[in-house]
C-alpha cells in the first residue's frame, strides 16, 4: 500500500474474490461501523471452517439466525459482568501461581539473588491458558502439570497447537481462491497443519465436554462451577454437543494469545525504557504497597500500568512520534481512567462494530493482572549476555519474531510469594 501511496486497495485473488485492504482507523471504522451489514459476515476459508466445525461459533457464523444465538449467549452469559465476578477466585489462584512459578525458576538456577533468565512469552501464555482452562472446565491442566506449578507436556502442546492455528487463521489458502479445489488437494498443506492442531486441542477437551453432559444427565452433577456447566444448562437458547465443544475451542483461540503478546511487547519496551518500568513500580507501591499483592480490585486505580499496555497497541500511523513508548498519551485527564478499548480503531486492541470483542472486560482483567503482578513481584534486566533487548515485529504478525527473554529478580520479601 506504500508503494500505491493509498489507504484503500481493492485486489482480486482467485476466480472471484476480492480482498479490500485498509490501512486508516477512519476507513476501518466505515466498513466495521457504518457499512457492517454488507461486510459483517467472514469470508467463507478453510481456517474458520474448520475451527468452527462448520460455522457453528459466534466469530465465525455467517450474519444469520445462528450468529445472533451465538452472539446473545456469548455476551449476555458467558463473558457477562456477574459471570465475570463469580469466576474470580479462579483467577485469583493463577494470580498466585504465577509468582510462584516465576519464583521457583529462579530459585531452581540458584539465582536468587542474581536473578534468573525467565521466557516471559511462556510464563504469560500458561498464566492465561490456566486461568482460562480453570474457569472452563474447573481445572488448571489437562495432565499432572510440574511440581514447581508450571506446565505438563499436554499443557505444552496444546498452548503449542494454539499458536500454530493463529499462524495459519486467514494466511493465504490455495483452496480458498479456487473454492472448486476444496477436499481434492492441499498444495500448500494448510489443511492438514490446521486439522492436525485442532485435533490437538479436541483431544483434550472434547471428551471432559462428553464426560460432564453425561453427569448432568445422570443427575452426577447438580450446581454449575465453570462455564462449561453454564454451556451445557443454557436454558433459552439450548446448545448442542457439538456447538459447545466448538464455541470453547474459539473462545480459548481467542483468548489465550492476545492478553500474553501484549504483556510481552509491555514488558520488553519497559526494559528498554528503565524510567517508565520505575514509575509503574512507584504507582504500584503507592496503590497497593508492599505488603499485599496485587488484586483484580485495584485494576482501576492501576493507570500507569494500564496506559502502557495500551501503548504496546499502539498503531504507527495515527500517533506523533508513534514509535517513542510514551505511555503518558493515555493519561490525559488526571482521575480519568485508562480504558484498554478503542471504539475508533486508533490502536489494535479490542476491535469495533458487531465483531468488536466481547472478551474485553477478561481480556482487560488478565492482561493488567498478569503485567501488575509480574512487575510487582520481580525486577526485570537485559540478560548479561545481551547489549539491548531486541524488539522486532514479526514479518506476518503483530506478535514479537522472538520470544521475549529478560532477567527476574525478587524483589519483595520471601514470604510474599506464595507457596502452594
Ligand atoms: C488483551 C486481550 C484481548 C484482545 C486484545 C482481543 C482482541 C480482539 C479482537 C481485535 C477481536 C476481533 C474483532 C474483529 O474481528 O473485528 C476479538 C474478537 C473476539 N474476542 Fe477478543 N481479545 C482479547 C481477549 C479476549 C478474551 C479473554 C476472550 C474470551 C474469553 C475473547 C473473545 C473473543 C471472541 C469470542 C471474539 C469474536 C467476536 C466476534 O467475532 O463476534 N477475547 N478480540
Not at 459466534?58 to 449476555?76: G, L, N, S, Y
Not at 501503548?311 to 495515527?318: I, W
Not at 479490542?350 to 493482572?369: D, N, S
Request: glycine residues 6%; hydrophobic residues 40%; proline residues 5%.
Amino acid at each position: 500500500m506504500d508503494q500505491f501511496n493509498t489507504r484503500i486497495l481493492c485486489i482480486r485473488l482467485g476466480s472471484s474474490t476480492h480482498v479490500i485492504a485498509v490501512s486508516s482507523p477512519d476507513l476501518a471504522c466505515e466498513f466495521l461501523k457504518k457499512q457492517d451489514e454488507i461486510f459483517i459476515s467472514r469470508p467463507d476459508v478453510l481456517s474458520d471452517y474448520l475451527i468452527s466445525d462448520g460455522y457453528l461459533t459466534v466469530a465465525m457464523a455467517p450474519f444469520q439466525e445462528h450468529w445472533k444465538k451465538m452472539k446473545r449467549i456469548i455476551t449476555r452469559d458467558i463473558l457477562s459482568s456477574q459471570i465475570h465476578k463469580w469466576l474470580q477466585p479462579k483467577r485469583d489462584i493463577e494470580a498466585d501461581q504465577l509468582l510462584r512459578r516465576i519464583y521457583k525458576q529462579i530459585e531452581k538456577k540458584d539465582a536468587i539473588v542474581d536473578g534468573g533468565l525467565i521466557s516471559v512469552r511462556t510464563v504469560s501464555q500458561h498464566f492465561v491458558a490456566n486461568a482460562m482452562r480453570n474457569m472452563i472446565f474447573g481445572k488448571r491442566f489437562f495432565g499432572q502439570g510440574m511440581e514447581d506449578g508450571g506446565p505438563g507436556e499436554e499443557e505444552t502442546e496444546y498452548v503449542a497447537a494454539i499458536s500454530t492455528i493463529l499462524k495459519h487463521l486467514y494466511t493465504f489458502c490455495i483452496t480458498d481462491y479456487f473454492p472448486w479445489l476444496r477436499g481434492k488437494t492441499d498444495f500448500d498443506g494448510h489443511e492438514k497443519i490446521m486439522r492436525t492442531a485442532i485435533e490437538i486441542l479436541r483431544k483434550y477437551q472434547d471428551p471432559l465436554v462428553d464426560d460432564r453432559i453425561e453427569m448432568w444427565n445422570n443427575g452426577a452433577r447438580k450446581e454449575k462451577y465453570d462455564l462449561l456447566d453454564v454451556l451445557i444448562n443454557h436454558e433459552n437458547h439450548k446448545l448442542t454437543p457439538e456447538e459447545i465443544k466448538a464455541q470453547i475451542v474459539e473462545l480459548v483461540i481467542a483468548a489465550i494469545d492476545n492478553p500474553s503478546h501484549a504483556v510481552e511487547w509491555t514488558i520488553g519496551e519497559m526494559i528498554k525504557e528503565p524510567m517508565i518500568l520505575k514509575r509503574a513500580v512507584k504507582e504500584l507501591d503507592r496503590v497497593v504497597g508492599r505488603q499485599k499483592l496485587v488484586e483484580e480490585q485495584d485494576i482501576p486505580q492501576l493507570n500507569y500500568i494500564k496506559a502502557c499496555i495500551k501503548e504496546a497497541f499502539r498503531k504507527p500511523n495515527v500517533w506523533a512520534d508513534p514509535l517513542r513508548f510514551d505511555p503518558d498519551r493515555h493519561i490525559r485527564d488526571e482521575g480519568k481512567q485508562v480504558v484498554l478499548s478503542d471504539n475508533e480503531l486508533r490502536m489494535v486492541s479490542f476491535g469495533t462494530g458487531k465483531h468488536r470483542c466481547p472478551g474485553r472486560m477478561l481480556g482487560t482483567t488478565m492482561t493488567t493482572m498478569l503485567l501488575a503482578r509480574v512487575v510487582q513481584g520481580f525486577e526485570w534486566e537485559v540478560p548479561c549476555n545481551e547489549g539491548s533487548i531486541e524488539l522486532v515485529e514479526n514479518y506476518d504478525d503483530l506478535c514479537l519474531s522472538k520470544p521475549l527473554l529478560a532477567i527476574a529478580k525478587p524483589r519483595l520479601p520471601r514470604y510474599m510469594y506464595p507457596e502452594y
